[in-house]
């Protein structure tokens, strides 16, 4: 009794020391999954920003959109700028109009189409960049678990082997062990859990700005529509008669 007292005792029960007495499997996946929580707290932040400042040029452009400024006066602004969101899709619409109209476009449901898909490729980069590195968010929130609960299961194996190897089954030598174990699932929950909520929530926010520039473009290309009938309907006529 007073061996197995003595084997207790050395035992150091603190997160350290378990660290340090566990093997070294569990210590690479707890190595591992500490790196995967210390890069899911840098996601986390960096989106955090990006999507706070997302919001503000969006709000900013809709305001001066909206102002009743001319669209070649904001063109000849924005243009100069390295833009992103609504900007970037307004710049991008009317580098097509003014490119086909020094063309001579003589097609109104070409030249909106031309308008159209600019838009559509300048979304789609948009919404790529707002979602980048969120698929990472997902990988550490579903896979840490498991990953923790395999260093655990090694870590209960090796602790079963020693036990088997000193023939005692006292509750103060397995708990260490099994404590050690355990650390390893722990971690992988410490990992995963903001993972999988800040994946959510990050999600939710590049799907509303992707709404929003949804909702722009449509409006946009309702506003150049109209100016390309404007402009095209006097050259048509004259050119019928």
């Known amino acids: 009794m007073e ?9 150091d029960v603190s ?36 999507f706070a400042k997302a919001k503000r040029q969006f709000d900013q452009f809709e305001q001066v959109f909206w102002s009743g400024q001319s669209l070649e006066e904001l063109y ?23 490119k086909s109209f020094e063309r001579g476009a003589r097609s109104p449901i070409g030249l909106q189409m031309r308008i159209d898909r600019a838009m559509d490729v300048t ?33 209960i194996m090796t602790s079963f082997q020693a036990i088997a190897g000193s023939q005692s089954t006292n509750l103060a030598v397995v708990a260490p062990g099994i404590a050690e174990a355990l650390l390893a699932t722990a971690i992988g929950l410490v990992a995963a859990i903001p993972a999988v909520m800040a994946y959510n929530k990050f999600m939710g926010d590049a799907g509303k700005l992707s709404a929003r520039m949804e909702g722009f473009a449509d409006e946009f290309s309702a506003i150049l529509s109209r100016q390309i009938d404007e402009k095209l309907q006097p050259r048509q006529q004259a050119a019928a008669q």
């Open 76 to 98: 000849r602004t924005l243009s100069e700028r390295q833009n992103s969101g609504l900007a970037a899709m307004f710049v991008a619409a009317m580098r097509e109009w003014k």
């Open 15 to 50: 997160l350290w020391g378990l660290f340090m007495q566990a093997g070294l499997v569990v210590k690479l996946v707890m190595i591992g999954l500490l790196g995967a929580s210390v890069w899911t707290w840098a996601i986390v932040i960096d989106k955090y920003v990006s």
């Open 3 to 11: 061996q197995v007292a003595l084997e207790a005792a050395t035992h």
């Open 123 to 155: 979304m789609a980069r948009e919404a790529e960049t707002y979602e980048a590195r969120l698929g990472s968010l997902a990988t550490i929130g579903s896979a840490g678990p498991f990953i923790g609960l395999f260093g655990t299961v090694v870590g």
